[in-house]
C-alpha cells in the first residue's frame, strides 16, 4: 500500500529545538520531554521487557491528539511516542505531523524493525524530529530479540532515506558485553549516535556492571562520535560501578510517561505515582513534583530522567520523600 504524502512537509531544525530549550530554561513550569504510549503490542518478546504485550489494540487518534492538545497547553518542548512499538500503530506519521504542528519536538523509540522506505520518508514529511532504536546484540538470544543482525538492513535504510537524527541504544548487561562493542562500532560506523543504558532491577535501580562489562562500557564511551555532547550520559560512571549519584530528579515536571490510559506517571519504573489524568495535569501539579525529591533517583539509570532534569541542578528541592 503507498502512503500518501502530506500537502507542505516539516522541517524542524536545530536551532528551533536549541530556541526552544532556551524559553523552557528560563520557564521551570514547562515540561521537558513526554514520553506517550501509542499502543502496547509489540511484534518482538524481548525477555528483560514487561512494556508489552501482542493483543492490544492501539490508542485510538483522537484519544492521542487530545492529550498532545493537553501537552500543548503545558508548553512541553519534546513529545516522544513510545510503545510496545509505536510504528506499529496505522496513524503514526499523523499523529508525529499533529505533534510537529502543533509548536513540539516529536521523537520516537521503537526497534526499528517493521521500517520500510515509504515510512522513513513520511515520517520525513511529518516532522520527525529524532528516532531511537534499539540493539543489544549481534544475534538473537534467549534474553534479547533486539539484534544487529535483524536492525542492520533498517540502518541502511536510515541511513540512504532519514532527515531526522538517529541514534541506537543498548542495553550492556542483556548479552555479551563484547557483542555490544561490536554492536556499537557498526552504529558509529553508519554515521548514527550510540548510547549504552544499564539493566535494571525489578525496583528500576541500576544493576552494577561485572569488570568485564565495565571494561567494555569504558572502551564504548571512548569511542569517537558515539554521542553529541550535549546528550552525553556521564550519571551512568558511578552506577555502572555500583555507586550512587547526588541529583535532583525533576519527573513528574521537567519529564514524565502517560500510558495508554491517558495518565500521567514519574517514569516506566514509577507507574501509579501519580496516575493523575493528563487531560487534568496542572501547572500546579508540575510545581509540586518540581519541588519535592524523589527517594529513587540515587541509583536511577534512566536516561530521559537525567537528560529532563539537567536545566535544573542549580535550583532548589525539598529532601526526597521516604
Known amino acids: 500500500m503507498q502512503l500518501p504524502s502530506f500537502a507542505k512537509p516539516v522541517r524542524i531544525s536545530r536551532s528551533q529545538v536549541m530556541w526552544k530549550m532556551a524559553k523552557a530554561a528560563l520557564d521551570k513550569d514547562r515540561p ?3 514520553q506517550i504510549v501509542v499502543t502496547r503490542r509489540c511484534n518482538l518478546a524481548c525477555g528483560y521487557c514487561y512494556e508489552y504485550d ?8 483522537a484519544e492521542l491528539k487530545a492529550r498532545v492538545d493537553a501537552l500543548r497547553k503545558l508548553k512541553a518542548v519534546f513529545v516522544t511516542l513510545n510503545g510496545g512499538e509505536p510504528l ?10 499533529y505533534i510537529a504542528d502543533s509548536g513540539m519536538v516529536p521523537m520516537i523509540n521503537t526497534n526499528g ?30 534474553v534479547t530479540e533486539k539484534s544487529m543482525r535483524r536492525l542492520r538492513p533498517k540502518l541502511e535504510l536510515l541511513r540512504e532515506h532519514a532527515r ?22 557498526i552504529v558509529v560506523g553508519f554515521g548514527f549516535g550510540f548510547q549504552c543504558s544499564l539493566m535494571r532491577d525489578s525496583q528500576g535501580q541500576a544493576l552494577p556492571l561485572s569488570e568485564e562489562a565495565l571494561q567494555a ?17 556521564n550519571f551512568q560512571l558511578p552506577l555502572a560501578r555500583g555507586e550512587s549519584k547526588n541529583w535532583k530528579c525533576r519527573a513528574g515536571a521537567r519529564h514524565f510517561e502517560v500510558d495508554g490510559a491517558g495518565l500521567v506517571h514519574l517514569c516506566q519504573p514509577k507507574t501509579g505515582s501519580p496516575a493523575k489524568a493528563l487531560l487534568d495535569y496542572s501547572v500546579e501539579d508540575i510545581r509540586a513534583q518540581f519541588d519535592c525529591g524523589k527517594s529513587c533517583s ?18 532548589s528541592q525539598q529532601s526526597a520523600r521516604a
Open 54 to 61: 501482542k493483543v492490544s489494540k492501539p490508542v485510538p487518534l
Open 298 to 315: 540515587a541509583r536511577c539509570p534512566i536516561a530521559y530522567a537525567h537528560l529532563g532534569s539537567r536545566l535544573d541542578g542549580f535550583r
Open 217 to 233: 562500557y569504558l572502551r564504548i564511551r571512548a569511542m569517537k562520535g558515539r554521542l553529541p555532547h550535549v546528550l552525553h550520559d
Open 164 to 185: 531526522f537524527m538517529v541514534r541506537v541504544n543498548g542495553v550492556l548487561g542483556s548479552g555479551n558485553p563484547a557483542e555490544m562493542e561490536e554492536v556499537a562500532n
Open 88 to 97: 506499529l500503530h496505522p496513524h503514526i506519521a499523523e499523529l508525529v505531523r
Open 113 to 142: 524493525h517493521v521500517l520500510k522506505a515509504p515510512l522513513i520518508k513520511r515520517l520525513n514529511e511529518a516532522g520527525l524530529f529524532g528516532m531511537q532504536l534499539s540493539c543489544d546484540s549481534l544475534e538473537d538470544n534467549e
Open 32 to 34: 521537558v520531554l513526554v
